[in-house]
DNA sequence: TGCCAGGCCGGGT
DNA sequence: ACCCGGCATGGC
């Protein structure tokens, strides 16, 4: 079976097992971007934290996020990690924002898919998967979002190769499905559910992994479990 | 008690 | 063009 044909039937199992993940888990587009960037190799659990630390103080916009000093923001920010790093990510963010479209969400996303991403990529702190998330999850643009758990899953299956790069899985991926933007939603947040339960780091393979019997030919694409 | 979690940057080869 | 150390809290 072709690579591209094993990514698809993928999807359809994970959806049959998991149902709609309904993925970003936010509020606004605005606290999609900024979840966005205080997930970085972090645990949800704490960003939630943190989140609620800035709606608590009022923070949770792009004016008042410009306003408020770098010390109290990392404080806000201290359970989700790297809270001095991620201060200073933040601030770059909203400072794009502010300086080039007038503190407006709606003005950054009213480029074209291209442009905005890579006006997004240019801010000192976001790289390829913060600025994919913002695309896809707040911008509702078709772009695929890659993560650890992507890489591990293809990775796993025979699907992708060790050393693949983010932009060959990107591409792997784009090129395997429609150009969809609920089914990148959904796809990307289904890797996450299903690596979290079967695919742990530090084992080298999934023994029994039960997506496994739905990548041969022939076989139902309906789960077990 | 280490290892891991929805990365990314900057300096060095 | 890669490679690596650093960044940090919380759960298991």
């Not at 990529?121 to 976001?126: A, D, F, N, P």
């Amino acid at each position: 079976m072709q690579t591209g044909e094993k990514i698809r039937r993928f999807y359809e199992a994970l959806l049959a097992a998991y149902g709609p993940q309904g993925w970003w888990p936010a509020d606004t587009p605005f606290e999609v971007a900024v979840g966005a960037v205080l997930t970085q190799n972090t645990a949800w659990r704490n960003v939630e934290r943190a989140i609620a630390n800035l709606r608590r103080e009022g923070l949770l916009s792009p004016e008042a996020l410009a306003r408020v000093d770098a010390e109290r923001l990392a404080a806000c920010l201290r359970p989700a990690g790297y809270f001095r790093i991620k201060a200073g990510r933040l601030k770059n963010f909203i400072r794009l924002l502010t300086e080039r479209f007038g503190g407006r969400l709606e003005d950054l996303f009213a480029l074209s898919t291209s442009e905005l991403r890579e006006t997004i990529l240019g801010v000192s702190g976001i790289g390829p998967e913060t600025a994919d998330s913002i695309v896809l999850y707040a911008a509702h643009r078709p772009v695929f979002v890659v993560d650890t758990y992507t890489a591990r899953v293809l990775h796993r299956h025979g699907l992708a190769e060790q050393d693949a790069t983010y932009a060959d899985l990107q591409e792997l991926m784009q090129s395997s499905l429609p150009d969809d933007v609920e089914v990148f939603q959904e796809y990307h947040a289904l890797l996450v559910a299903v690596a979290k339960r079967h695919c742990k780091k530090r084992r080298p393979v999934c023994p029994g992994c039960p997506l496994e019997p739905f990548l041969e030919e022939g076989q139902p694409v309906t789960p077990m479990w």
